[in-house]
């Protein structure tokens, strides 16, 4: 069967209809930056490409520190007059917002396949979570707010680009709700023109957002340390993590520091194995680049056999490939767990780590191969990873204690409930957790122990939406957690001396232990 690109899918049918809808932000071979309440074609377009086949796409406009610095100063600005602004009025703005976000919807979500490869079922949700995500906000702000104040200027949201909408874009407008400005830096990997097209509607409601592309050499030490920023929001890996951790450290700043784990998938005394191959193949929804992606299982030894009875059939049964290819243009977009990993070189990468890991032991359980995709002919799938099985990745490997961030696993064989908990807790913390178990005593234990801010018992947790609190433990989180009540609280003011649920260096404070 000879695969075709959907008729109306093209990348230069979704950029000339972004330019339709929002001309203020798109120019014809540029996109511009929004601060100061205005579209600035500022900054040096720096070269993009699709990770689905290797379109070239709309760059980020690259500003240099000087020009973010003014645009913190017109941030503060715009906050000092947002956050006078009755709670009704902000309620309303935010509210066209999402009508606009609605309408534009599968423009939306478009961006995001050509940006980051997301498939369409996946891409739609990212913007639909992002809209009934905040409506939620709307309903309960008000109650969220009693006894409590804006922050003294705006907040600052550097995000990865995994989730434009539903992180990012969410998060924007509930911070606006609560009485803040919001700048955000447009992720260097991918999700500018959803971004933009996303902060173009909203600003045309009257949101005080800021959106500025730039190196995180030139711009994170302005939208880190200024002393204008009120609050600093970071989601991403370690490295950079530690990174604004280190730069907030002297500073006493409100901060949000969301961090990868390696989030681990326990197995012991369990049985429901047909339960089980349904949750492996969900855990491979966009090639598991997600923060609350299950890369590593731990297994019961005598188990193993059983293990492997369910897993395996489930691992390939994954179908992944070109998320706009259909056989005819009457075909409605595929169903696909994944699609082309971020970028070529995390494809090389991950590829390259795993040939290590086997040459230093690991056991290939299963390769799958990119043929198998689902592709255009002849299109460039230097992005694309088909997914892979390990046993036993040597310890000497980034994929024995990190988070691969793609269609890898791993999986570790134990014979104590010591070694199951150990092994669970290799990354000194993580976002979720799951135990697959028949017996609930086994389920307490091993939920008590592991150092995961969610664990599941016989399911998958994930980031959760509306009322759902997030965080984590150890080097996964640093600063206050979010989620429902808590997202509110980490963005504005509260008594004098209040100490916010978070991990924080001098004191880490659960959520339940919030009075």
Known sequence: MTLMLKPGTEWTTLYRRCRETAPEAFGADRV??????????????????????????????????????????????????????????????VRAALDAWGEHRDLLALALVWEIGKPWRLARQDVDRAISGVEWYLDEIEEMLDGRAPLDGPVSNIASWNYPMSVLAHAMC????????????????????????????????????????????????????????????????????????????????????????????????????????????????????????????????????????????????????????????????????????????????????????????????????????????????????????????????????????????????????AELLAAMNASNGALVSSISTDDPDVAARISAGVRAFKVGVNKPRSRGDRAELFGGWGDSWRGAFVGGRLLVQAVTRGPAGERLPGNFPDYTLRPEEHG
């Not at 005080?208 to 711009?219: A, D």
């Open 174 to 417: 509930v911070q606006a709700l609560a009485g803040n400005a919001a700048i955000a830096k447009t992720p260097t990997d991918g999700g500018l023109v959803c971004l933009t097209l996303a902060v173009a509607l909203a600003a045309r409601e009257g949101l005080p957002f800021t959106l500025l592309s730039g190196g995180g050499r030139e711009l994170s030490p302005v939208l880190v340390r200024a002393p204008e920023i009120g609050c600093v929001s970071f989601v991403g890996g370690r490295d950079t993590g530690g990174q604004v951790a280190t730069a907030l450290a002297d500073l006493g700043k409100r901060h949000i520091l969301e961090q990868e784990g390696l989030n681990c998938w326990g197995v012991w005394e369990y049985s429901d194995w047909e339960t089980f191959t349904g949750q492996v193949r969900k855990t491979f929804d966009y090639a598991k680049q997600r923060c609350t992606a299950y890369p590593r299982f731990i297994v019961q030894r005598s188990l193993f056999d059983r293990f492997l009875g369910a897993y395996l059939p489930a691992v390939s049964a994954v179908r992944f490939g070109h998320p706009l290819a259909v056989s005819d243009a009457a075909e409605e977009l595929p169903e696909l767990d994944f699609g082309p990993l971020i970028n070529a070189a995390k494809a090389k990468d991950l590829a390259a780590q795993v040939a290590d890991a086997v040459a230093g032991g690991a056991v290939p359980l299963y390769r799958g191969a990119v043929s198998d995709a689902r592709l255009l002919p002849g299109q460039n799938t230097d992005a694309y990873v088909a997914p892979v099985a390990l046993l036993e990745p040597p310890r000497s490997s980034p994929l024995f204690h990190a988070e691969p961030f793609g269609p890898v696993d791993s999986i570790v064989l134990v014979d104590t409930e």
């Open 32 to 93: 511009n930056n929004h601060w100061g309440g205005s579209w600035r074609a500022d900054g040096e377009p720096r070269l993009a490409v699709s990770p689905v086949d290797g379109t070239e796409i709309a760059g980020p406009p690259m500003i240099d520190a000087a020009t973010a610095e003014a645009a913190v100063r017109a941030a503060v600005d715009q906050h000092n007059a947002w956050r006078v602004q009755p709670l009704a009025e902000r309620r309303a703005r």
